[in-house]
T-cell receptor, first 109, second 114 residues
Framework: GQNIDQPTEMTATEGAIVQINCTYQ??????LFWYQQHAGEAPTFLSY????GLEEKGRFSSFLSRSKGYSYLLLKELQMKDSASYLC??????????FGPGTRLSVLP | GAVVSQHPSRVICKSGTSVKIECRSL??????MFWYRQFPKQSLMLMAT?????????EQGVEKDKFLINHASLTLSTLTVTSAHPEDSSFYIC??????????FGSGTQLSVL
């Protein structure tokens, strides 16, 4: 099976940088995805890693280390609208996705 | 990007009634669609995988007779919550994946059973 872990909650200040970690145990996967979800809404895609290393997309970056079973999402220049839940998910060889428990981020003024 | 449409967005019903939720892929064909359920402050839990033209695959612990899934065409999957009870109140989200792309989600259905 697959097991994914994320911190439950995080708090950061507007304009700051925050790193949200995701650790996992799995026998294999295609890639690791990060989604953002505001309360009562569907998740929206943020970033995707197949190979080890850093993927940068504007204010959001994601990092993957397969050997360490570890990923993180980095959010820069935090804005109030970034207050949301952040979900990491493993792509189960092109079939279903397995989602982590999610991290609720609160951005304070 | 690909679009997945889900209706209705919100349902309030009495206990014992059945509720049907529709999920459509608008600009691509989806032989497989995924149905997730999410309780407040919890993550997405996969309920079942809907397969066009064949039976759905249910995750462990999900009652297939209670959550009926029909995937009659390449663009439409439906989830019917039969004889809904208050404990079935949840946020239901469908998703689909164009070939070699990321997972796209419908807008979700908030079900409240009184």
């Amino acid at each position: 099976g697959q097991n994914i872990d994320q911190p439950t909650e995080m708090t950061a200040t507007e304009g700051a940088i925050v790193q949200i970690n995701c650790t996992y145990q799995t026998s294999g996967f295609n890639g690791l995805f990060w989604y953002q979800q505001h309360a009562g809404e569907a998740p929206t895609f943020l970033s995707y890693n197949v190979l080890d290393g850093l993927e940068e997309k504007g204010r959001f970056s994601s990092f993957l280390s397969r050997s360490k079973g570890y990923s993180y999402l980095l959010l820069k220049e935090l804005q109030m609208k970034d207050s949301a839940s952040y979900l990491c998910a493993l792509d189960n060889y092109g079939q279903n996705f397995v989602f982590g428990p999610g991290t609720r981020l609160s951005v304070l003024p | 990007g690909a679009v997945v449409s889900q209706h209705p967005s919100r349902v309030i019903c009495k206990s014992g009634t059945s509720v049907k939720i529709e999920c459509r892929s608008l600009d691509f064909q989806a032989t497989t669609m995924f149905w997730y359920r999410q309780f407040p402050k919890q993550s997405l839990m996969l309920m079942a995988t809907s397969n066009e033209g064949s039976k759905a695959t249910y995750e462990q612990g999900v009652e297939k007779d209670k959550f009926l899934i029909n995937h009659a065409s390449l663009t439409l999957s439906t989830l019917t919550v039969t004889s809904a009870h208050p404990e079935d109140s949840s946020f239901y989200i469908c998703s689909a994946r164009p070939a070699n792309e990321k997972l796209f989600f419908g807008s979700g259905t908030q079900l409240s059973v009184l």
